[in-house]
């Protein structure tokens, strides 16, 4: 733990994940006795990102803290580009596939045992049609299930799950041009992803190949839902048949498509697009990383 007293800022988004951990109260609780400051800032329902921005001027962190899923790591992520202050991050969404990327304990105590003991990292993000990906990025299937799981009144994992059988009736495969740096290629796919991280929150690792520190993204080309593949991904991890998922590497993408798509980034729906670029930026991400399961970690980062 920072011997040194830090400031602390704490993003917290109460409409992530189901609620059923009061962070105010633990975090309050937590620094109580501390030698460190803390300011907690929630935020407003429809929040316009220039009151985070706003909050992180105001108060000049040390460090700022993400108390949500994915979607509110990349609101703070975007709040402080090009500042060098760490981020860290308590899982407070419904997936929290970041957090379980990076081995973030679910339990609140043990989570900011983690931030307050991690060690600075940097790592690299994906622009994605000008929007920063942290965790991963899709077009098809996926993006359509994100649609989904949004209409719901419910939060959690089984209201997506409900929301991605809905999608397995009515989706169809999407013809799209694809230039991975120089070389073109075209495919018929059931979902395309821009995989910064390795696995979704759902436990299903999409991206065997993936490191959070390199310098490169992986295109992953799901051509078929399958539930063999499926299986290979969530208990297996067995390599993918070629013939249904196909794994690129790259620094530098453009995708077309002749029809509109569902288009997602880290768990939030950004509409439908005919087109998709993205190029990753090496090192731009300041992440406070958990000691206890560095190892772990290092397989992805």
């Not at 309050?28 to 429809?46: A, Q």
């Not at 990327?101 to 049609?129: Q, S």
């Not at 297996?236 to 997602?264: D, G, M």
Request: hydrophobic fraction near 40%; aromatic fraction near 6%; charge should be positive.
């Amino acid at each position: 733990m920072p011997s040194h007293p830090l400031k602390l800022l704490f993003i917290i988004n109460p409409g992530a994940g189901k609620n059923n951990t009061d962070w105010k109260k633990e975090i309050t609780e937590y620094f109580s006795s501390s030698v460190h400051t803390i300011d907690l800032f929630e935020l407003p329902g429809n929040c316009d990102p220039e009151e985070v921005t706003r909050k992180i001027r105001n108060v000049s962190p040390d460090r700022v803290i993400a108390v949500g899923g994915d979607g509110t790591l990349k609101l703070v992520a975007e709040a402080i580009e090009g500042k060098s202050i760490p981020i860290g991050l308590l899982p407070g969404g419904s997936a929290n596939g970041m957090a379980k990327e990076l081995g973030i304990p679910a339990d609140p105590i043990a989570a900011l045992e983690a931030l307050m003991n991690g060690e600075v990292k940097k790592l690299h993000l994906v622009k994605v049609n000008n929007q920063s990906c942290i965790h991963l990025s899709d077009i098809g299937f996926n993006a359509f299930v994100v649609k989904k799981f949004e209409d719901e009144d419910k939060r959690g994992m089984w209201s997506y799950i409900k929301s991605a059988w809905k999608v397995l009736w009515s989706y169809s495969k999407m013809q799209v041009d694809i230039m991975v740096d120089d070389k073109y290629i075209r495919r018929e796919a059931a979902m395309v992803v821009i995989a910064n991280a390795t696995k979704y929150g759902t436990g299903v690792i999409i991206n065997p190949k993936g490191r959070l520190d390199d310098d490169m993204f992986e295109i992953v080309i799901v051509k078929r839902i399958s539930l063999g593949e499926i299986f290979k991904m969530r208990f297996s991890h067995k390599p993918y048949n070629p013939a249904k998922t196909e794994v690129l590497q790259s620094r530098s993408l453009k995708i077309a498509s002749k029809h509109k798509v569902h288009f997602q980034v880290d768990g939030e729906y950004m509409g439908k697009v005919n087109g998709i670029t993205a190029e990753i930026l090496p090192g731009a991400l300041e992440m406070i990383i958990p000691l206890a399961t560095k190892a772990d970690v290092n397989r992805s980062i």
